[in-house]
RNA sequence: CGGGGCAUGGCGCAGUCUGGUAGCGCAUCUGCUUUGGGAGCAGAGGGUCGCAGGUUCGAAUCCUGCUGCCCCGACCA
């Protein structure tokens, strides 16, 4: 492709309304343009980049044994209602009426059609297993679209979902996925880690995640450094403390903390370390009235875990301060599990605690030297709180490590779950029918383009991974206005890299070495080549890689051989 | 959904408090010079100041309503 023709705007000023270095990158490079709140224009040079993913991703899933399909974006609101889900998946949902008043959806995921088409056109185990997947953009109304296209409304997504006849096949299926899910991600030369995920609201028996490694994911991710043992931070199991709990060594006092709410402020003002004080939260119970959950001053409250305990509200909902006062006579700063009369829940370390500090109940009042079973019952351990780095790892080995990824995959075994409301059942061996063990498996192709940035960019602009590169190699002739031997050198060098099968660029504007130099680097292309007259005099070429500290020279006459070492293939 | 902020040329902003007929930088176009790290000079084009009312001799500026967008939080899987 010549520059000269090919609308790239970069610009030098980073749009005011970007976050995060993708964002700004993308809309700098002039890859993507905004046309409203998480809706974006894939420009040409954009489209490239996610064609490259989008191609890898189809090559695997097709060697994978997949099928590709491609389902309607709106849906008809009866099938929704089949599953239930027109009245439970709430305002994400995009919904709209034809013009006969007939309601539809445009589609945040396509469990129904498949699902229906499974019904319809699976008959018998003997077309069994099978696994339809598309590539196809995907609508939901997030309430706050953020990050460009790393939580946009639209984007492109590749879904997968297998039919067994039995779990195991449905394992089967899943594993198959999982493995070229890992073919994917190294292909496409990025960081990743899969991680043991929440199956959430969409049930099922497992699930895994793929994250690409950044530190400014939204994600954190919890991974020992002893064995593959990874989790979502949501799912990560926080261990109890090895040590036992030491005997009570002293009694318990009340201490007056006026004014000090928080575990940062009573700490100072007692002078112990946070780990030695118990924090108190209070969360609605899930038939009315208030349940205690505590967790050590230096940990954080799960809410994933804390939400699946029996009499917990789900999802989680701190209890208002009306309830608070009404079930402790005190307010949030101040609470404790010392004569708190509801259900109590103590994080494993909590109850490993000896001599501990807690609230009064009673506004600006603390106990200390509290102790289980002395001043207060035990109460029921539980694994509540998010794990931390240096953890034991809960698999024995190693200790647990925390990093931030985007989730750009995941893998779930559904089960039956939709299958068996809709009705998707085949003919078995022994003549019954039965119902279908599914599958599913995403992968956010527009949102893997934006993670490839994150993860692969400097203070001068993106560094495309080769796989994902728009263009491969960028020809960067200096002054070829003055110059037709430059000129004629980028022009032969341009057309023989084609020839043998390369994405290459040609910037062939008329503009000066500087704008040109900062416009390659700020868009990514992973190789460079310099024609300018200096080198030419001594018959050489310049190549630099977008990593590389510094160019090395080539010759000018055997250019393509040498070109070939370094881009590969 | 709660709180806060913004809306002036393609982009980034000033002007709004104190009303007087719109400006700067980048980008674009023309010419000359320049050419190994985002050039210089000279000139040019481009804006119903988010929309609708109102006040006024006069509104980007003051008042009312609406819309869009951004940020923080909550929510969502």
Redesign the pocket.
Known sequence: MRWSQYPV???????????VVSHQLML?AGLIR?L????YTWMPLGLRAMRKVENIVREEMDRAGALEVLMPGAIPAELWAESGRWD???P?LLRFKDRHERDFCLGP?HEEVITDIARSDLKSYRQLPVNFYQIQMKF?D??????GVMRAREFLMKDAYSFDITPEGMAKSYDAMYAAYTAIFTRLGLKFRSVV??????GGSKSE?FHVLADSGE?AIAFSDGDDYAA?L?MAVAMPPSTPRPAPGAAMAEVATPGAKTIEDVANLLKLPASQLVKTLLVDGAEGGVVALLVRGDHELN??KAQKLPGVLS????SSSDSITKATGAEPGSLGPVSFAGKVYADHSVVALADFVCGANRNGTHLTGVNWGRDLPEATAVDIRNAVAGDPSPTGKGTLGIARGI?VG?VFQLGQKYSESMGSTVLGENGKSAVTYMGCYGIGVTRVVAAAIEQNHDA??IIWPDAIAPFQVVVVP??A??SPRVRETADRLYNELRAAGYDVLLDDR??????K??????IGIPHRV???????EAGKL?Y?HRRAEA?EEFPAGDALAFLRSRLGN
């Open positions: 705007n970069t610009t030098k000023e980073t749009p005011a309304d970007a976050e700098r905004k409203a709140a998480g809706l439970k998946f709430g994400e995921t939901r997030e309430r706050r679209p953020r990050f995920a929440d199956t959430g609201a969409i995640e994600d979502n949501e809410a994933v999802p989680l909902r701190m989730e995941h001068r602009g200096l002054n206005v003055k008329d503009e000066r070495p500087g704008v130099f900062a416009d390659s680097e700020l310099v024609v300018g007259d200096r080198g030419l310049e630099r160019a």
